[in-house]
């Protein structure tokens, strides 16, 4: 499931779209069993040749819709949810540990297989296609995705590997990655996070064999769609269906953070499930949101080969969990390679009780950025990116401060307040202003607006 992310919620940046000299070497990955493999990363540049990125082993054209950059790229096969006693690695192997001892198959086998090793890199059809989302949908626009090409890109989430993963025969599977996204910019948000899809399928003896006098119930119908339930589905499946996921879920949730936790429900809308929910639970006297999940559109099903079963997905961000879980407070420093960070987490086995201890707390350093935009096609997504490539993890957040339309030439003009602070040392003024200057200039030169610095 393309999970905590609301469908509908719509150095120098000249590298914005891959130059031509860009050479990404690496190992592909093609796991279909349970593994800890990790894709490796080896970047390096080359003199200019073709008109191409290659990564992870393979070559991708580039054409208009080619908006990756080196800073992304330069993530991927980082594989921070395989990394053993990183934070993120903590909580795959929680929730991976819970569902192995939980849900045992009848050969007394888990019933969940775990695929952590898939290459981040799919096609659009993947991406989108194969999960039924529209061609129009605000979800595959440049300006939240990044793209090799026209045709390949890298996931925007885990559920890009739902319709391969059910056609090859599985029922019930894990599915754990990097996904990325063009995204706000501040301690939550991260141009890299990691998700954990979850998706189980049922036939109709498993799931009415516990129900008193259930032989002669059925999955599907040739009825109406509603708010509740698919045209193709009986209302006893969905019923049933949607109970067994929020059981699963809750008793999910209740294992990672202790009995007493709050839970509650709340609709939402998913292209390719339906009904579909978003879980918020109480932390500290305050709701959050943790997943997303529902009941799998069938025509989705029914494509990758499972014609006669009905099954429920979901998605949950690692970040948002261990965040919770370990008081992280910047999403940033799942990034960092500072022993001081990455020593709290290592304990004698994966539940221990950590709390995160901060590194010390650096001053922020305020710089305000304003200017007229250039036209209509200008994309605050499109500016983010430019500040995260120059900046990197210096810039703690971005925020439009301020928006103006000019009464007679009706140009619009931005104001964006940029607060840098490193997580792990203190920043002078005049670093700060030679990376502010840096964004100043590639906000001219590659969005092509007007400054007012």
Same mark, same amino acid.
């Given at each position: ?92 192997? *929680? ?96 141009? =890299? ?5 979850? =998706? ?10 516990? !129900? ?9 119908? *040739? ?122 987490? !290592?304990?004698?086995?994966?539940? *221990? ?101």
């Amino acid at each position: 499931m393309a999970m905590l992310w609301k469908f509908m919620r719509v150095a120098k940046y000249s590298k914005t779209a891959l130059s031509p000299k860009v050479k990404v070497r690496g190992i592909p990955t093609h796991s279909r069993h349970s593994s800890s493999k990790s894709v490796p990363s080896d970047f390096a540049a080359s003199a200019p040749c073709s008109n191409t990125v290659e990564l992870l082993g393979k070559s991708y054209p580039q054409d208009d819709y080619s908006n990756v950059t080196e800073k992304i790229l330069s993530k991927v096969g980082k594989n921070l949810h395989n990394k053993k006693h990183h934070p993120l690695w903590l909580i795959k192997e *929680q929730v991976k540990e819970h569902f192995y001892k939980q849900y045992i198959g009848r050969r007394g086998t888990p019933l969940f297989s775990v695929y952590d090793g898939l290459s981040p890199v799919v096609t659009v059809q993947q991406n989108f296609d194969s999960l039924l989302i529209p061609q129009n949908h605000a979800s595959r626009r440049k300006e939240d995705n990044y793209y090799l090409n026209r045709d390949h890109m890298l996931r925007a989430h885990t559920s890009a590997h739902q319709w391969d993963l059910i056609h090859s025969g599985l029922d019930a599977f894990l599915a754990v990655g990097d996904v990325y996204r063009r995204d706000t910019i501040d301690n939550t948000h991260y141009p =890299v996070f990691h998700q954990m899809e979850g =998706v189980r399928l049922f036939s109709c003896h498993e799931l009415f064999s516990s !129900i008193k006098d259930g032989e002669g119930l059925q999955l599907f119908e *040739q009825g109406h769609r509603t708010a509740h339930k698919q045209e193709c589905h009986t209302m006893e499946a969905v019923r049933l269906v949607e109970f067994n996921l929020k059981q699963v879920l809750t008793k999910l949730m209740t294992h990672i953070f202790g009995d007493g936790l709050q839970v509650r429900w709340v609709d939402c809308y998913f292209p390719f499930t339906h009904p579909s929910f978003e879980m918020e639970i109480n932390f500290q006297g305050e709701w959050m949101e943790v997943l997303g999940c529902g009941v799998m559109e069938q025509q989705l099903v029914n494509s990758a080969g499972a014609e006669d079963k009905i099954g429920w997905a979901f998605g949950l961000g690692l970040e948002r969990l261990a965040m919770i879980l370990y008081d992280i407070p910047d999403i940033r420093l799942f990034w960092s390679e500072d022993e001081r960070f990455l020593k709290q987490f !290592i304990g004698p086995h994966i539940w *221990q009780k950590i709390k995160f201890q901060p590194l010390s707390r650096y001053p922020p350093l305020i710089n305000d950025i304003s200017f007229w935009l250039p036209s209509e096609t200008y994309s605050k997504n499109d500016f983010y990116d430019l500040v995260r490539t120059v900046g990197g993890d210096l810039i703690e957040k971005v925020v439009l401060l301020d928006e103006f339309a000019h009464p007679k030439t009706k140009k619009v003009s931005h104001c964006y307040r940029i607060i840098y602070r490193h997580p792990e040392r203190t920043l002078t003024q005049d670093e700060v202003h030679r990376i502010h200057q840096a964004i100043e200039e590639s906000a001219v030169r590659e969005l092509g607006v007007e400054g007012r610095f």
